[in-house]
């Protein structure tokens, strides 16, 4: 029997699909990895009996990066980065997702890819493809071999549907994203690692860990920017409204609108005014009515519902998108990512429609429209995507948190307003005159809600009044006076605003415009306040100035607008991908090497704006090589400097920095300190000239004293290192002696911390070591505190194997550790193995 692999993007994903395609016989399976489950079971497949392995990625399966010695920000001039080579790197290497898709697809003979169906998607396929080329029987890139399914909802009709209609991967779309990539990877890093050193080496106030740049992410600042730009130099215009009230004969008043609107002149005002009051009644000189509509709503695309969750709902973009791929995996709504808003001809409309007829909260309405007959959705732009966003099936506000349920809540009655009628009305207009100048009164009156009977937030509200009057009636003037008015100036932008502003402008897609907008709030640009207004910090004011007062173009959105048409057209397979990126980068290296040689004119802004590294932070510990205190700057990102040296040491982030019982690094006579993120969390001693000058060529920048293969400190790893970590292979656990009295051993290379002999007075690492390979030891209590057996306050043994130890030692992970870290397999995952042996390292490393 032949064997089929099929590959979704998500676990979630694929465990869905499986359900669906194997009605619900798959056997789930743990796989190597421990990440992605595989789901087995046997079915037909080109007319013979194939048994199916369902399995998926996490995402993306490499990542495009530069080759070791050009991530060395020291060393490597950025101007290289622009010609220097690339490379495919795993994206995420402790998943070990290629070596787990060659495993699963050896001896298979069939490859059907169930990725997301966007340009993102068809990029992974390959990546896919190019993980199992070695193992899978036949070529991967046959059409014989690889197939590709298209699905636009997790629902068994599109699943099935897709599986009969299997297609090919398109190579294009996957090479736009490899140019896309490569050129961010290029541009931002060259601008970033530049500017980042540039001014963090002068300012110490910038709270900001990385000054970045971004082909994307700059234009959409710039948007911010130029609002905020706008609201400063906004000057206020007075100017003068003639206001006219006049009383019905049943004693109603009506404020009348001047059909000039407004003047600027007040002495042109006050003689229109004047004019006014020498008459005591308005004449009708016209009746009007009109019936109008309010327009139904067209189909929902991606762009319409991140400006509607973030404008309505509260939710930033990248919230709401995370939230409408939760709902689209568990099969509520449609493929979340599109830019179509018109339905085809042959979309089920009324299926879709009955599945919400027994809903007690838009039921009622959906069987009246059912009973009525539905109005034909509005036509819209088809970008042959993927069809807007829909319901796909049922909820109750029970099934979801709280933010799904007002999102799918939406969602569904969009989709129920895509096939109401329009919301009718007739507006009613009375116009008067006063001497020679003219005034209207207009009063509504509701027709038919349609639409806004299930989006009620859009409803008209209660009917005007509108008096019963007759043409060339008089009726007396109540009151007229002028009133002073001045103009105001434009908000700050919204998230909703800037959402359609790089739309308009073609900065970003669909898929990336929530990442644009969610990285300058995480970059320290812009604040998010009440409304979900945009509010640029100075440092991204100063930023946006600095660089359009050297380069507009590297902030104004032509130039990514221009490099969005060129990927397309590699995507339509109009344009020849090397030349795209030969032509482009070439383009962005002239730029950046004008902008390193007139980066004085963006430092004249950053000295008004911030203050110089040697007047920032507070006095801390001792320099090694002057003596003299160096100043402590907790501003991002954390860092030290000497003012005498004139020297900036990076520091450990996100934690606590303490001096260590003054204690002193014994090669350089730098003062040790303490990091720690907390009592749960990591914690090491460092010294500060250490970790960014790393000692011993096994020692890598940004690692502390449990990190430092020092034969005779007692501060390095060769000192109170205990065993090899449980979890990561290169790790070894050693005691933090900075945590007592909370003493723990931490891993030094992952998040995983062992907490140990809570209030313990003293605890060393001994020379002895365990059968097991670890080291032995010893530890301290006083004797009324004491928590070991039968009171006794002293004892040596080994943390794993000592029976004695067993309840006063707990494995856990870091709190601030890194996201989505693997399982931990408690003690039982691996034998410790003892640290490299000291007289080696003692030969290896003599100072």
């Not at 309010?294 to 400006?307: G, Y």
């Not at 709280?402 to 307003?417: P, Q």
């Not at 203050?611 to 954390?638: E, V």
Request: one cysteine or more; hydrophobic letters at 35%.
């Amino acid at each position: 029997m032949r064997s089929a692999l099929m590959v979704a993007e998500k676990p979630s994903l694929a465990a869905a699909l499986a359900t669906i395609l194997s009605d619900g016989r798959a056997i789930t399976n743990k796989s190597s990895n421990s990440s992605c489950a595989v789901h087995e079971w046997t079915g037909t497949f080109k007319s013979e009996s194939v048994r199916f392995k369902m399995s998926s990625v996490c995402g993306h399966v490499m990542s495009l990066d530069f080759p070791g010695k050009f991530n060395n920000w020291d060393r490597v001039d950025p101007v290289t980065l622009f010609e220097c080579p690339t490379e495919k790197k795993e994206a995420v290497p402790r998943m070990r997702i290629p070596a787990f898709l060659s495993q699963e697809a050896r001896n298979c003979d069939f490859l059907i890819l169930w990725l997301d169906c966007d340009k993102e998607g068809e990029n992974i396929c390959f990546e896919v493809m190019s993980a199992v080329e070695s193992s899978i029987n036949g070529d991967v890139y046959s059409p014989s071999v690889t197939f590709r399914a298209k699905f636009s909802a997790i629902t068994d009709k599109d699943i099935k549907a897709a599986m009969v209609n299997l297609g090919r991967p398109n190579e294009n779309e996957a090479r736009s994203v490899d140019a896309r990539q490569e050129l961010d990877l290029r541009i931002g890093c060259a601008f970033t690692r530049f500017q980042t050193k540039f001014f963090q080496g002068r300012y110490g106030d910038l709270d900001a860990s990385l000054i970045s740049y971004g082909p994307c992410q700059t234009p959409t600042l710039g948007f911010c920017v130029q609002r905020h730009d706008d609201i400063q130099t906004f000057k206020p215009e007075l100017y003068w409204v003639v206001g006219v009230t006049v009383r019905t004969l049943e004693g109603r008043e009506l404020p009348l609108d001047w059909k000039r609107v407004r003047c600027f002149e007040k002495d042109v005002a006050n003689m229109f005014l004047a004019g006014i009051k020498e008459h005591t009644e308005a004449v009708i000189t016209d009746i009007s009515s009109k019936e109008k509509a309010k327009p139904r709503p067209s189909a929902l695309n991606t762009v319409e519902l991140m400006r509607v969750a973030s404008a309505g709902l509260g939710m930033g973009p990248h919230h709401a998108m995370q939230i409408a791929e939760k709902l689209y995996i568990q099969g509520y709504i449609s493929y979340p990512r599109t830019e179509t808003t018109s339905y085809s001809e042959n979309f089920d409309l009324i299926g879709s429609l009955k599945l919400q007829q027994n809903s007690a909260k838009w039921g009622a309405d959906v069987r009246q429209l059912l009973a009525d007959g539905i109005n034909k959705p509005k036509k819209g732009h088809d970008a042959g995507d993927h069809p807007p966003i829909t319901p796909m099936k049922p909820a109750l506000e029970s099934d979801l948190d709280n933010d799904s349920w007002r999102l799918y809540d939406y969602i569904t009655r969009h989709f129920i307003a895509t096939l109401s009628k329009d919301c009718t009305y007739l507006s009613t207009t009375l116009t008067f005159k006063v001497g020679m100048e003219i005034f209207t009164y207009t009063g509504n009156t509701l027709l038919d809600p349609g639409y806004t009977g299930v989006m009620h937030w859009q409803a008209f509200g209660k009917n005007e009044y509108i008096p019963d009057l007759k043409l060339d009636e008089a009726i007396s003037i109540h009151d007229s006076r002028l009133v002073e008015c001045q103009t105001s100036p434009p908000d700050y932008l919204t998230e909703s605003e800037l959402i359609t502003l790089m739309e308009k402008h073609g900065i970003g897609t669909d898929a990336s415009i929530p990442v644009h907008i969610n990285n300058i709030c995480q970059r320290n640009y812009v604040t998010v306040g009440g409304g979900r207004k945009l509010t640029p910090t100075t440092l991204g004011i100063v930023l946006v100035h600095g660089y359009q007062k050297i380069d507009p173009e590297l902030v104004l959105p032509t130039m990514r607008s221009a490099v969005e048409e060129q990927l397309n057209l590699i995507s339509c397979g109009e344009a020849d991908f090397k030349a795209v990126l030969r032509h482009t980068t070439e383009i962005f290296r002239r730029k950046f090497q004008y902008f390193v040689l007139n980066i004085e004119a963006m430092d004249q802004l950053f000295e008004v704006s911030f203050s110089p590294l040697s007047s920032s932070g507070k006095a801390h510990s001792r320099c090694g090589k002057c003596r003299r205190y160096m100043k402590y700057i907790q501003a991002k990102p954390a860092r030290l400097h000497c003012s005498h040296c004139d020297e900036t040491y990076s520091l450990p982030q996100n934690g606590t920095v303490r001096i260590y019982k003054e204690l002193k690094c014994p090669l350089d006579d730098f003062e040790l300190l303490s990091w720690s993120a907390g009592t749960k969390g990591r914690s090491f001693p460092f010294c500060p000239y250490c970790f960014n000058h790393p000692p011993f060529r096994d020692m890598k920048k940004g690692f502390g004293c449990n990190s430092c293969t020092h034969p005779t400190c007692g501060h390095s790893v060769n000192s109170l290192g205990v065993s090899s970590c449980v979890e990561c292979p290169t790790g070894v656990l050693a005691l933090d002696p900075s945590a007592a009295p909370k003493w723990k051993l931490g891993c030094n290379r992952c998040d995983v911390i062992i907490q140990l002999f809570e209030e313990a007075t003293k605890v060393t690492v001994e020379e002895a070591s365990c059968e097991c390979g670890a080291q032995m030891v010893s530890v301290e209590y006083k004797q009324d505190r004491t928590k070991l057996p039968k009171g006794q306050a002293e004892m040596t043994g080994c943390v794993f194997c000592e029976p004695a130890f067993s309840s006063l030692v707990e494995k856990q992970r870091a709190v601030a550790a890194r996201v989505g870290g693997a399982p931990s397999r408690g003690r039982g995952g691996g034998s410790p193995k003892p640290p490299k042996d000291k007289m080696a390292q003692l030969a290896a490393y003599f100072v």
